[in-house]
C-alpha cells in the first residue's frame, strides 16, 4: 500500500511538473 501511495504521488508530481512547465513555455 505504501509503496502505491509513493508511485501515486510521484505521478501527481509529475503532473504538477509538467503543468508547471507548460505554464512557463
Same mark, same amino acid.
Given at each position: @500500500? $505504501? !509503496?502505491?501511495?509513493? #508511485? =501515486?504521488? =510521484?505521478? @501527481?508530481? !509529475? $503532473?504538477? #511538473?509538467? !503543468?508547471? $512547465?507548460? !505554464?512557463? $513555455?
Amino acid at each position: @500500500m $505504501a !509503496k502505491k501511495s509513493a #508511485v =501515486n504521488r =510521484n505521478e @501527481m508530481v !509529475k $503532473a504538477l #511538473v509538467a !503543468k508547471y $512547465a507548460d !505554464k512557463r $513555455a
